[in-house]
């Protein structure tokens, strides 16, 4: 044994450890195994979700509030009423929250088996892609029907499944979906009943607050405080505390509001359609990449016809450039697209112009040239010029008398002759 520093590397050694594998390895058909867990039976099965127990703990701060500050503020009959509504709203969310959560919605052949909460096998993607194919789940190890998918967080196969929802911490299938619809409309009927019942008392206070002072335990106080938990253990507050108290818990049952409606909402529009959660999210991604493949093609396509348009200008350019010595003259281009033939016109009308105006400077003897000059600039009209007009223009201009001062030479008009 290697002592290491005093240590021994026995116990160093983070290798001599057997820890479970979580992602796959080359080797064998063993590395294609996914890690397994064991299957979730309800929403009681631990670890809580955290939206659970926030769920959980804004229903409680909901019924002490209720029953316990602002109900009991409310004059005859109405907090008899409120009492009765709000009451049969509390408790049929209780009671369809715990049968939601508490129901198994697995398969039945799922269930029905022996070592249902043991773990279950693993899943070799090496053979199989898919958990379940042709009806059978290669991870249950069961044959499912048509509507059933397995839940990857629980672990398991849910009969007609709709969705995972965090707040219960368990999926809503078939078994289950309606004690869920019914917990859903009920805490719409709580959270809107608590609303009003805030909101008269709020606008009690400030217009005629005696109505909302008719317990007898309000008899012997100031008119600024207040009594919470009637009638049954009576605290005093004020009346900022009691309007504070007031506006935080309008606050959270207009975000609950929010929240349900949309949620009430959007199972109406499956409702109407017909189709779960699932089949929902399922068509929208297939949507997605439905609408992503057609614009990849259309980007492919705009891609390949922009290609095609510039190889077909370098292929004209290419084509002008090999038909421009060929021409008998400078100014033949070839006019195979309408830019180069624009540009070939526009440089022949300077070349003309050029040679215009050097015909008509030749034209004057002024007596101020020399012959090195004129046969310069003969060879440069004869360059510019085609090879006729230059052998016409060099034999104009040649030398043929000179005068008298040796300053300039002059040449013989030909028209004299």
Request: aromatic share 12%.
């Amino acid at each position: 044994m290697t002592v290491y520093c005093g240590f021994p590397m026995e116990k160093m050694n983070c290798f001599s450890r057997r820890f479970r594998r979580t992602a796959p390895t080359s080797g064998s058909s063993k590395s294609e195994l996914v890690p397994f867990r064991t299957p979730r039976i309800n929403g009681w099965s631990w670890p809580p979700q955290p939206l659970q127990v926030v769920g959980w703990v804004v229903y409680i701060y909901l019924a002490v509030v209720s029953f316990g500050i602002f109900i009991p503020l409310l004059p005859r009959p109405w907090n008899a009423m409120s009492y009765a509504i709000s009451g049969i709203s509390f408790l049929l969310h209780f009671f369809t929250n715990i049968a939601t959560v508490t129901i198994d919605p697995a398969d039945a052949t799922v269930r029905a088996k022996k070592n249902y909460s043991s773990p279950l096998p693993l899943f070799d993607k090496a053979k199989q892609a898919h958990v379940i194919q042709d009806l059978h789940c290669y991870l249950c190890d069961v044959n499912v029907g048509p509507r059933v998918k397995h839940c990857g967080i629980c672990n398991k196969c849910v009969e007609g499944f709709d969705h995972h929802c965090k707040w219960l911490n368990t999926c809503v299938g078939q078994r289950n979906y309606w004690f869920f619809f019914v917990a859903l409309i009920s805490a719409i009927l709580a959270v809107f009943m608590l609303t009003i019942v805030i909101l008269f008392i709020f606008v009690q206070h400030y217009l005629d607050p005696h109505i909302l002072r008719t317990a007898p335990q309000f008899a012997m106080l100031g008119n600024t405080t207040w009594l919470v938990f009637l009638p049954l253990a009576p605290v005093e507050t004020s009346s900022a505390g009691l309007l504070t108290l007031a506006f935080i818990t309008v606050l959270v049952c207009v975000v609950c509001m929010l929240l349900f409606c949309h949620l009430l909402g959007f199972h109406l529009y499956l409702f109407y359609k017909g189709i779960s959660t699932y089949d929902h999210v399922k068509n929208k991604r297939e949507k997605e990449n439905r609408r992503r493949n057609t614009e990849s093609k259309s980007a492919s396509t705009c891609s390949s016809k922009s290609y095609t348009r510039s190889q077909e200008n370098q292929d004209a350019s290419n084509n002008c450039e090999q038909t421009l010595p060929q021409s008998p003259s400078f100014f033949r281009f070839a006019n195979t697209n309408q830019l180069s033939s624009r540009l070939s016109n526009s440089i022949c009308k300077e070349l003309e112009n050029f040679k215009k105006s050097a015909e008509k400077e030749n034209s004057f003897n002024y007596g101020t040239e020399n012959p090195t000059q004129n046969e310069t600039r003969s060879i440069s009209m004869s360059v510019i010029m085609s090879p006729k007009e230059a052998q016409g223009t060099s034999e104009r201009f040649t030398p043929e008398a000179q005068n008298p001062l040796a300053c300039s030479v002059v040449a013989r008009d030909p028209t004299s002759q």
